[in-house]
């Protein structure tokens, strides 16, 4: 957790910050939080920079889409984005809601999907109940601007205290305007479809959609998207918070993080079920590509390597070393956020390999032994597959993300030299907390408590 964000909620009383009677730490600390670490997302930020015509006429192409799934009657609301689905034989399916929309119905059940970064072809997409997001973003933007002309100043003395203390311009007005707006605009479209549950794939990106449904009696849900455990600062809250801001239910991926966050001071989610993921489960089955199993065989050691926009650069330059020194392992990228291009300048050498979207990110790290990263969720995947997990300490992330996680197929290293003995102690066998399975019976009986009854 970044230390500045653990002492503000630590020292000062946010749970008594209030506007119009709510409180708004309980949002506020998720881009509060990212505010206080913008310095290590600033390369990924630029790169992406987009003019606000540019902007706003790809969001104008992309609210249509779907569109007249939107005439429908639905008892379920789920809540994703584009980066949440995966390619198997050619269709682009979901990792964590593809089964429970087919228990639950998929007539039964509108999928509002973010583009991250553009929706994909409608022809290759599991998901037919499938509309966008955009729409939603669009008009909740009419009526921000409109709330920031007409409305008038927000002033919170405590909140000024903290940006005094810190030497940082968090623009907090704003962001509780637009929370208020977006609100409102869910309320409305709640009101209209009445579903018995809103789902979400993670709630801290528009806790707006909790609030709202939680203001009209709707249960609200949260599929486990990255590695939680007792570490991750958006389930871990320093200070009591309102619970309305927070899903009802989690499903999770395993007993690990249920009962972190069961013993976790301040808890905010009421039930919790282990359901473990669709989508490994459905790739365990899936036959290893045979190009990488022959690209591997010429070395040693085959390591796969995800990657992460906070720490794209020194995880590329740190792995780059590694290569150079063990000429017998060969380093297999699965890039996501940059291009090939960008790793240009940092000469990886030849026994350093770069996927695109040539083979899925678990298509590599099956054909290797050692997955290696920062502290992305593919560390806990890895074990699922049977692979030990190194993660690289950059900035102390890894420890503050991962370090809980006491299983001795996570290893967390600072330098080549803690690689090295890292990576020649062989996979240990366990009985590991991590993933929950069979990944559909868990579902039925999570529908059965929480839905049927």
Known sequence: ??????????????ETLRY???????????YYFWHSIRNITGEYALQNRQSLLKKGLKALREAFYGFSN???RYDYLVFSNTQSRFAYRGIYREKAFEELIALLGEERCLYIDLPNPDHLPRNRVSTKRIVSKRLLDLITGLFILAAKRLGGRIEIPLLDTINRDNATAFDYASFIRAFNVRKRVYR?????YRPKAVFVSCYDSDQAILKAASELGIKTIEAQHSAIGSEHFAYNLLKPLDPSYFPDVLLAFGEYDRHALENTPNNPIARIYPVGRYQLELMAREPVPEELLDLGDKYRLRVSVSTQYTVEKKLALFIRDLARIHRDIVFMFSLRHFDRDYYEEFGMGPN??????????YDVMRASDIHMTCYSTCAQEALFFGKIAILADIDALATNFMGSMKSPNIRIVRDAQEFAEAAESPFAQEVSPLWATPHTRRLEAFIQNEIRN
């Open 1 to 14: 957790m970044n230390g500045t964000f653990k002492r503000t909620e630590r020292d000062y009383g946010v």
């Open 20 to 30: 119009d009677g709510e409180q708004v730490w309980s949002y506020l600390r998720t």
């Open 70 to 72: 939107w005439f429908r």
């Open 188 to 192: 409305f479209l709640f009101s209209l």
């Open 352 to 361: 350093v390999y770069l996927f695109k979207d040539e083979y899925s990110c």
